[in-house]
């Protein structure tokens, strides 16, 4: 996809080793970016936060968009390595389960997870998922390396908008998801249980000291004023041109700025649903009696919506 580039802004070569093929996937239902991560030279590749469908009004779940990841995987020649999630999302259902059950490829999330499912287990009063991460086939710490083929990767803590989100840094790209959008987007909120404006502040601060010329890939855009869907910038770019980060100087600034935008937006329309399947790394709960799943909705779990 296309980028405004200003010649303006510093620029210098990213001293990371190799430049992955990156191919994202728009998901215009939840304004969702997936990944496709492959090292040109051995083939070799890597899925980044898959959605699986959920429609809220049926209870249907689909797995077409997991699918468009898999058959681009065959046509381009690819062998699938990883299956990688950044946090455990809150707009829809993660894909990993359906695609290692597929493939047999390992899953893998930020070690933080656990935290998030004691969280969570305790607003679902659910006693039947241990919080210790083993959903995932390998949970990752900061500092942690692992391959792409010949690529490395390297992850970063990122917390803020979950206390368990991490950024992917392979070769020349960063998968920073709900950290920072595209410029003209601003940041994610950090707002959701375990969330903290300032860790949010931190973390992008951390990602903005990457080279300059870092591809960015953000994991959700929402189109403003009715753009074309975007999902690349660059460290360049966003220390420029983000209209939250740009504009505030300290980290009091942005608090005050994330606090106040946060405090107007509604609850993400599947969190409740989402959640429950996330934490347990993608899997839908366990059919009862009569051969059924069923998703758990507490009621008054997270405060009241402005009801009009």
């Known amino acids: 996809m296309s980028r405004r580039r200003s010649s303006a802004l510093p620029t210098r070569r990213?001293?990371?080793?190799?430049?992955?093929?990156?191919?994202?996937?728009?998901?215009?239902?939840?304004f969702s970016i997936q990944y496709v991560v492959a090292d040109p030279a051995t083939r070799r590749c890597a899925i980044i936060d898959p959605v699986l469908d959920f429609d809220e009004k049926s209870g249907s779940v689909a797995s077409r968009n997991a699918d468009r990841l898999l058959d681009f995987i065959a046509s381009q020649g690819l062998t699938l390595e990883w299956i990688l999630d950044t946090h455990p999302h809150a707009d829809h259902f993660s894909a990993a389960d359906y695609l290692r059950r597929r493939t047999g490829a390992p899953t893998a999330i930020g070690e933080k997870v656990v935290g998030v499912q004691t969280i969570w287990n305790d607003i679902y009063n659910?006693?039947?998922?241990?919080?210790?991460?083993?959903?995932?086939?390998?949970?990752?710490?900061?500092?942690?390396?692992?391959?792409?083929?010949?690529?490395?990767a390297r992850v970063?803590?990122?917390?803020?908008?979950?206390?368990?989100?991490?950024?992917y840094v392979v070769g020349d790209a960063a998968f920073?998801?709900?950290?920072?959008?595209?410029?003209?987007?601003?940041?994610?909120?950090?707002d959701f249980?375990?969330?903290?404006?300032?860790?949010?502040?931190?973390?992008?601060?951390?990602?903005?000291a990457?080279?300059?010329?870092t591809r960015l890939f953000t994991g959700h855009d929402y189109q403003p004023g009715g753009r074309k869907p975007a999902w690349e910038s660059t460290v360049?770019?966003?220390?420029?041109?983000?209209?939250?980060?740009?504009t505030c100087e300290t980290e009091a600034e942005f608090v005050a700025l994330r606090s106040r935008r946060d405090a107007t937006l509604p609850m993400p329309k599947l969190i409740l649903h989402a959640l429950q399947v996330n934490?347990?790394?993608?899997?839908?709960?366990?059919?009862?009696?009569?051969g059924r799943r069923y998703l758990k909705i507490p009621i008054g779990a997270l405060g009241e919506p402005d009801w009009g």
């Open 14 to 30: 990213p001293d990371l080793a190799g430049r992955p093929q990156v191919t994202g996937f728009f998901d215009p239902r939840t």
């Open 126 to 152: 659910r006693t039947d998922l241990p919080a210790d991460g083993s959903a995932w086939d390998r949970l990752f710490a900061d500092g942690d390396r692992f391959r792409i083929g010949d690529l490395e």
């Open 156 to 167: 970063m803590f990122s917390p803020g908008h979950t206390l368990a989100s991490i950024t």
């Open 176 to 190: 920073v998801h709900d950290t920072l959008f595209m410029p003209d987007s601003g940041t994610a909120r950090a």
């Open 193 to 208: 249980p375990g969330g903290s404006a300032s860790d949010l502040w931190r973390s992008i601060q951390a990602i903005l």
């Open 210 to 213: 990457l080279p300059d010329e």
């Open 236 to 246: 360049a770019e966003q220390r420029a041109r983000n209209t939250h980060v740009s």
């Open 279 to 290: 934490t347990n790394g993608g899997r839908m709960p366990a059919p009862e009696a009569n």
